[in-house]
């Protein structure tokens, strides 16, 4: 969706509130594809700063669904976007300025989507876990550890101490 900020960019001290219902379905990144399974309507808060420049506050929650990184069972999580961005018309705007910078703008429209999955971007989590106490799957046989031990021999020898152990094993006596 397209906003058009043309009043907002050229007029001194306007503000304008809108509440905008987004098209998001999914948001795709390297750690995957999420589908969005909730989200509340976004708050623009769009006001002017001078000349060919504005201020952009924005309110918003989602929910995805997403896997945990442990044991890897679906888990719903919620993200909420609460940003203020500062935005320069495309007259001021220069070419040495970072496209990443404004890459929501086109010329004097505001794409909603693109906004938000920028902001998506920034607040997703580093670590998604079912539970805080999550243990994972066997690293041998894929069981779930939640759920109860799998009787795996779970011994990790020490990788720094493995050519002593070879010395040792090599002078044993038959």
């Known amino acids: 969706m397209l906003i058009n900020l043309t009043d907002v960019l050229t007029s001194e001290g306007k503000v304008v509130e809108k509440h905008v219902e987004t098209e998001l379905l999914q948001l795709s990144c390297r750690m995957g594809v999420f589908t969005v399974e909730k989200k509340t309507p976004l708050t623009l808060t769009l006001s002017n ?3 060919n420049k504005a201020s952009v506050q924005g309110r918003m929650e989602l929910t995805f669904a997403m896997n945990c990184d442990r044991c890897l069972k ?10 203020a961005r500062q935005i ?15 890459n929501f703008m086109d010329g ?7 906004l938000i999955q920028n902001e998506c971007f920034l607040n997703l989590p580093v670590k998604v876990l079912c539970r805080p106490d999550c243990k994972g799957i066997c690293m041998q046989c894929g069981a779930d550890l939640n759920e109860g031990k799998c009787g795996c021999d779970t011994f990790i020898p020490d ?4 050519r002593i152990k070879d010395i040792f094993d090599a002078n044993k006596e038959v």
Do not use: C, N, W
């Open 49 to 51: 700063l001078g000349i």
């Open 88 to 102: 320069i018309g495309p007259d001021e705007h220069t070419e040495d300025a970072e496209d990443d910078d404004q």
């Open 74 to 83: 679906p888990v719903s999580k919620k993200v909420a976007l609460d940003f």
């Open 159 to 162: 990788p720094r101490m493995a």
């Open 108 to 114: 004097y429209q505001l794409d909603v989507e693109r």
